[in-house]
């Protein structure tokens, strides 16, 4: 359990650093900028499921 929530954390930090060299490099409104940011969104949101099914 604690693996996967570690896993999880190091993917979402990977993709955070990735979409801010990309904002800082392409801008913010970058089509690949924007694809990083909504890849982050999914890690997170998939790091959210996994919480709240465990609590249950």
Not at 15 to 35: C, F, H, W
Not at 39 to 56: F, G, Y
């Amino acid at each position: 359990m604690l693996y996967t929530k570690s896993k999880h954390s190091h993917s979402i930090e990977e993709k955070r650093q990735e979409m801010m060299k990309l904002a800082n490099v392409l801008g913010y409104t970058s089509p690949d900028t924007i694809k990083a940011s909504q890849e982050l969104d999914r890690l997170m949101n998939n790091k959210q499921s996994l919480i709240l099914a465990l609590k249950k």
